[in-house]
């Protein structure tokens, strides 16, 4: 690739960055909870749940969940890649009284520690290809979890 082309690449993409940064400010920031849970094989996990209503009015009720198989100690940045199958973890919108379906996609963290507020953001598909996206903050349920 000669010189100039990779200038103009660069110069494009530091464009497009600021564009790509204000379009997820732009997300609407959901109240969520985080708390301990077990990963399939009772190692540490930790699960953040919020209600997902302001997304869509067909969403009113449906709660999203979002379980990762590790313990609760991950450094700012951390994305999370879900494929539907059983990777890293978990999402899944509940919506009704049984209905549940896996969700496809990103979620991305900020420091997640034990007792400290934790933010982050999702963008997600459903299996017929409908996009959630959103930031969240969650705060800490205060109950004990025992794995094992």
């Given amino acids: 690739m000669s010189p100039s082309r990779t200038t103009t690449i660069l110069l494009a993409m530091c464009a497009l960055a600021p564009l790509a940064a204000a379009r997820a400010n732009d997300a609407p920031v959901l109240a969520a909870t985080i708390g301990a849970s077990c990963a399939p094989w009772d190692g540490a996990a930790f699960v953040v749940e919020m209600p997902v209503d302001s997304l869509g009015r067909d969403l009113t009720g449906a709660r999203l969940a979002i379980s990762v198989w590790k313990a609760p100690r991950i450094p700012a940045g951390t994305m999370f890649t879900f494929h539907g199958i059983a990777d890293s973890g978990a999402v899944v919108l509940w919506s009704g009284k049984d ?21 982050g953001s999702f963008d997600l598909s459903t299996k017929g290809g409908r996009r959630l996206a959103a930031r969240f903050h969650a705060t800490w349920k205060k109950e004990r979890v025992m794995c094992g």
């Fill in 99 to 119: 209905s549940a379906q896996r969700l496809t996609g990103t979620v991305t963290f900020g420091a997640v520690g034990p007792d400290a507020p934790a933010d």
